[in-house]
């Protein structure tokens, strides 16, 4: 049992609609937001200290050391038995967007393809096409999960160009949990077509309860991977920007290409937040994983009473519900009419590529109070003026 409250329970909305942050400042007061990926949690008190006395020091300046490193290596090896990362194959990195980037602009040519499992995290799209390369959809199954056969196909095509396979692991926006065997494959799939697999873990903190994350560099046959990591989803740091980039042994030369500079644009401040919670935020952490649990529980409870006709697969990590709402036929964007008609904000499905059409995502880490006003609100869109 978690030795902390469920820290989803510690805020009130006027407390929250206070912040000044994406989520409380995009829409105008009347509309709940459920949309972007920020929780409604007060920051763990080990976090809090650290940045606290950082600001007490003054100690503002740039990122040094590798105490980021050191204190995710430990957490890992405690979490998820990941004993064998080496802290001179990893490099600080200002996020996971721009360290993922970071590493796409080392494994790929000018125009080449990188590869995403669609529907995937929007940013992907724009990232990847600002740097000039070029995005390969290679679709989810219809149970949410890798389509091997489809991504095995996808990589064929491919043959003859750089490729790299942008691996979300866990995913967003569906939760699911890629397992140890179908990690082994893909790792299997891209050795065989000479593509090279960049997994972004930025969720691997916020596995629940019943399912197991395998870390993709403890898979056989992924020695030439990178794999970009942060505290930012799992103790909600976005405001205060630091990440990790490691890469596998046989990509220590793509890793000896990175500028010195990229660690510059890390906060430094950010990376004492990260260090603090990895090292003592873990009470916090599981607490919260409890809530989530709750929370996913309580959303399906109250879609099965109240919007029977919506597809929903608990996830088994993030905080993020995908729903599909193509039984209450809203056409493709159906958070457009919740927005307008309910006035409760969910990220548009359309956005995160193929298979996208139809559905919302939906921010669960929110308190059951508000959870339960947000699905109340999607269903009063549904009758009649």
């Known amino acids: 049992m978690p030795t902390e409250p469920n820290p989803l329970r510690r805020l009130t909305l006027d407390q929250l609609r206070r912040r000044t942050s994406e989520k409380w400042r995009k829409y105008p007061p009347d509309v709940l937001p459920l949309f972007v990926a920020e929780m409604d949690v007060p920051l763990a008190e080990p976090v809090a200290r650290a940045v606290a006395d950082a600001i007490a020091l003054g100690d503002t300046g ?77 679709p989810l199954g219809p149970d949410y999960r890798l389509d091997l056969s489809v991504l095995g196909e996808t990589f064929e095509r491919l043959a003859g160009e750089r490729a790299a396979f942008l691996l979300c692991n866990p995913h967003n926006p569906t939760g699911v949990v890629h397992t140890r065997e179908e990690l082994a494959a893909v790792a299997r799939l891209a050795n065989q077509y000479d593509v090279r697999v960049v997994a972004d873990e930025i969720h691997a903190q916020l596995v629940l309860r019943g399912a197991e994350f395998v870390p993709y560099l403890t898979v056989a046959g992924a020695e030439n991977a990178f794999c970009v990591v942060s505290s930012s989803k799992g103790w909600n740091l976005a405001g205060l920007k630091a990440a990790l980039a490691i890469a596998g042994p046989d990509a220590v030369d793509d890793l000896a290409r990175f500028s010195s500079a990229v660690s510059d644009g890390a906060s430094h401040v950010g990376v004492q937040a990260h260090t603090a919670a990895l090292r003592s935020g873990t009470d916090w952490l599981d607490a919260l994983l409890a809530g989530l649990d709750e929370n996913r529980q309580l959303l399906g409870d109250l879609l099965a009473k109240h919007l029977p006709d919506v597809g929903y697969l608990p996830p088994a990590a993030t905080y993020l519900a995908w729903l599909d709402c193509r039984p209450l036929r809203l056409d493709d964007d159906p958070a457009a009419v919740f927005l307008d008609r309910g006035r409760v904000a969910l990220y548009s499905g359309p956005r995160f590529g193929t298979g996208g059409a139809g559905h919302v995502r939906l921010n669960l880490a929110t308190s059951p109070e508000i959870l339960t006003e947000g699905v109340h609100r999607m269903a009063s869109a549904l009758r009649p003026a």
């Open 62 to 138: 740039y990122v040094s050391g590798t105490g980021y490193a050191e204190a995710f290596a430990g957490f890992a090896s405690a979490r998820w038995g990941w004993d064998d990362i080496a802290i001179e194959r990893t490099v600080v990195v200002p996020d996971v967007m721009l360290g993922i980037i970071e590493v796409l602009l080392r494994l790929t040519d000018p125009g080449g393809p990188v590869v995403v499992t669609s529907p995937a995290y929007p940013p992907y799209y724009p990232f990847v096409e600002n740097i000039g390369r070029r995005v390969v959809e290679a």
